[in-house]
């Protein structure tokens, strides 16, 4: 039995001690049901008090669309002069979505979940935020959900807004595609995860960092300039090192609406555990530095 409870126990038969007992075990936020709530709702604020959230997600946002519509505007106007194998290999998506735009978002979103968690230990937040919420896998968990959805749903906007906008421009040339064709939806879905793999990837080496230029410069170079060097090789065992960096499984799968056979590339399933890998050893690790580091 702890010091706290034992000191309630000692008072119990006092009734005037009774109500505020009760009232204070009702706002711990380590007991309480519905306090997890109001630990989204202070991170969710802590996120937006960051002027750099609105900065890369509103500006990356409009930048990655506007990138696509110049991209398919290009396209358009170039067709009539296309031979026609170029026609024949023209990837639609491609214009909507590019390597390039890919390497903006991943940045973009992994500098974000970076500075979510470096930002709080740089300024001393975090010493006022753990004082006020001692369980600190709550505050964490809050942490992660938050950036999580913000992250995925920016990813949704963009991937839809730079579908449509690419394809509608193409469609006045025929090439446009739909929903409906073969692997459409499984590329929009990866482009659109590809912004909160990033962010809580960055979360996960702010949390190691603490300091915000190395956070940023590794997520850079983890999550994009490293893997842009990865090719396809005779040595299987490199191949399958790949095929577990989210990039690279982007850019050789399922950012591909017509997959190249070739057993030295990711498979579909593969791809999707890579995926699925990162953000939640990110997750893990952020846990366990949080919990075990000074503040």
């Given at each position: 039995?702890?010091?706290?409870?034992a000191?309630?126990t000692?008072?119990?038969?006092?009734?005037s001690?009774?109500?505020?007992?009760?009232?204070?075990h009702?706002?711990?936020?380590?007991?309480?049901?519905?306090?997890?709530?109001?630990?989204?709702?202070a991170?969710?604020?802590?996120l937006?008090?960051l002027?750099?959230?609105?900065?890369?997600?509103?500006?990356?946002?409009?930048?990655?669309?506007?990138?696509?519509?110049?991209?398919?505007?290009?396209?358009?106007?170039?067709?009539?002069?296309?031979?026609?194998?170029?026609?024949?290999?023209?990837?639609?998506?491609?214009?909507?979505?590019?390597?390039l735009?890919?390497?903006?978002?991943?940045?973009?979103?992994?500098?974000l979940?970076?500075?979510?968690?470096?930002?709080?230990?740089a300024?001393?937040?975090?010493?006022?935020?753990?004082?006020?919420?001692?369980a600190?896998?709550?505050?964490?968990?809050a942490?992660?959900?938050?950036t999580?959805?913000?992250t995925?749903?920016?990813g949704?906007?963009?991937?839809?807004?730079?579908?449509?906008?690419?394809?509608?421009i193409?469609?006045?040339?025929?090439?446009?595609?739909?929903?409906g064709?073969?692997?459409v939806?499984?590329?929009?879905?990866?482009?659109a995860?590809?912004?909160?793999?990033?962010?809580?990837?960055?979360?996960?080496?702010?949390?190691l960092?603490?300091?915000?230029a190395?956070?940023?410069?590794?997520?850079?170079?983890?999550l994009v300039?490293v893997?842009?060097?990865?090719?396809?090789?005779?040595?299987?065992?490199?191949n399958?090192?790949?095929?577990?960096?989210?990039?690279?499984?982007?850019r050789?799968?399922?950012g591909?609406?017509?997959?190249?056979?070739?057993?030295?590339?990711?498979?579909?399933?593969?791809?999707?555990?890579?995926?699925?890998?990162w953000?939640?050893?990110?997750a893990?690790?952020?846990?366990?530095?949080?919990?075990r580091?000074?503040?």
């Amino acid at each position: 039995m702890t010091a706290e409870h034992a000191g309630d126990t000692g008072h119990a038969g006092h009734r005037s001690r009774r109500p505020s007992t009760t009232t204070r075990h009702a706002h711990d936020p380590t007991t309480s049901s519905g306090t997890f709530r109001d630990l989204l709702a202070a991170e969710w604020i802590k996120l937006w008090s960051l002027r750099s959230t609105s900065w890369l997600l509103g500006l990356g946002t409009l930048a990655i669309v506007a990138l696509a519509a110049q991209s398919s505007l290009d396209a358009y106007q170039s067709w009539p002069g296309f031979t026609a194998m170029e026609k024949a290999r023209f990837n639609p998506l491609g214009e909507a979505f590019s390597g390039l735009a890919a390497s903006l978002l991943m940045i973009g979103a992994g500098s974000l979940g970076a500075l979510t968690i470096v930002g709080e230990y740089a300024t001393g937040l975090i010493r006022t935020t753990l004082a006020a919420v001692p369980a600190r896998h709550r505050v964490v968990a809050a942490k992660l959900a938050v950036t999580a959805a913000v992250t995925l749903a920016t990813g949704a906007l963009i991937s839809a807004g730079t579908f449509g906008v690419s394809q509608a421009i193409l469609s006045g040339r025929g090439v446009a595609v739909s929903l409906g064709d073969p692997g459409v939806l499984r590329v929009l879905a990866a482009n659109a995860l590809l912004a909160p793999v990033s962010a809580l990837t960055g979360m996960g080496i702010g949390a190691l960092a603490r300091h915000t230029a190395a956070a940023v410069v590794t997520v850079c170079a983890a999550l994009v300039i490293v893997p842009t060097f990865f090719q396809p090789t005779v040595h299987q065992w490199l191949n399958d090192l790949y095929a577990l960096v989210p990039f690279y499984v982007w850019r050789t799968c399922l950012g591909l609406a017509r997959l190249r056979d070739d057993p030295a590339l990711p498979t579909v399933a593969g791809s999707w555990v890579a995926f699925a890998l990162w953000p939640l050893v990110a997750a893990v690790l952020t846990l366990i530095v949080v919990r075990r580091r000074d503040v």
